[in-house]
């Protein structure tokens, strides 16, 4: 990618608003802007962030975009990523949303393929599953375009637990979630090291498993102790970890959501694997061997990936 580099927001909520921050911050793109359909809410919170530029040392130019034709702004972006929805409350799980955030991904992706036809898009907003694979059927994009978070958060979250568990710097700590985002999301024990070493072996099978559970549940936990919302800096670091990755083609693997043609022998939907994120967007889906229960476990998130999926095409959604 040549020239200036720009990331779109859709979505000036926590997890927009944090995004943006951090990215600013990291000097990851030299523009961003947030679009909202909430007048000026955008703009006030760009403004804020920009009056904070001189002190914390970033040049990044954040505008915000709540106006007429809002999404105009976000043409010519190299990545956007879509936060906008509505978010979890307690008692209500990420399937509960479908309704309410499907026909969301719908305008967004109407307008990211007339606007920022060339961009790779970068979905967060939730059910994961369902809104990743609604724009693909709306934008047209091809897979290496379509991108997911679910495993860059779910490992964040489990390497924090452990690292906490084994009173390490989080530094020392490397972990992979695969899978669903959510309760089917499957921990690869062999393959998660703390100073690298496999965590099966430092910590006992049955507080492994505890931890296993907390992170599966991080987002509902979230929710719970907050009542009127859910995780944003979390997610909007993962967010930031996997703009990175693409605009300075870093080539990073991170576990994310793409779309499977065959490998771990899933087809044809989007599914949380390694994968290595470049200028192309998803340049490459890493297979590895995983154990029987590892494979069971995925092939079971892939059924409730389909399952969703069905459900966006039974209910009309699009």
Known sequence: ???????????????????AFIMAM????????????????????????MESAPI????????????????????????????AGFPRLPGMS?????????????????????????????????????????????????????VGQAGALDSARFMSFLAAEKG??????????????????????????????????LIEAGRLEEIVDRARKGGGEIVKLLKKGSAYWAPAAGLSWMTESILRDEK???PCHAFLHGQYGINDLPVGVPVKLGNGGVEEII?????EQEKAELQKSADHVAEICKRVDDLKLL
């Open 1 to 19: 990618m040549l020239g200036i580099r720009k990331v779109s927001i859709i979505g000036a909520g926590h997890v927009g608003e944090s995004a």
């Open 26 to 49: 990291r000097g990851i793109a030299d523009e961003i802007v947030m679009t909202d359909v909430v007048e000026d809410l955008p703009e006030g919170k760009a403004l804020d962030m």
């Open 56 to 83: 914390l040392g970033f040049d990044t130019k954040i505008k915000g975009s709540s106006k007429g034709e809002i999404y105009a702004a976000i043409e010519d972006s190299d990545v956007v990523v879509m936060t």
């Open 94 to 146: 990420r399937d509960d949303l479908l309704g309410k955030n499907i026909p969301i991904m719908r305008q967004v992706a109407e307008n990211v393929a007339k606007y920022a036809p060339n961009s790779i898009f970068l979905v967060v907003a939730n059910p994961l599953d369902a809104m990743i694979y609604a724009a693909k059927k709306v934008t047209g994009f091809p897979d290496n375009r379509l």
């Open 168 to 201: 390490v710097s989080v530094k020392n700590v490397w972990g992979m979630t695969l899978g669903s985002h959510g309760d089917d999301m499957v921990p690869l024990r062999d393959y998660s090291q703390i100073y690298g070493v496999p965590v099966n072996k």
């Open 252 to 254: 990073a693997v991170i």
């Open 287 to 291: 297979e590895i061997d995983l154990s």
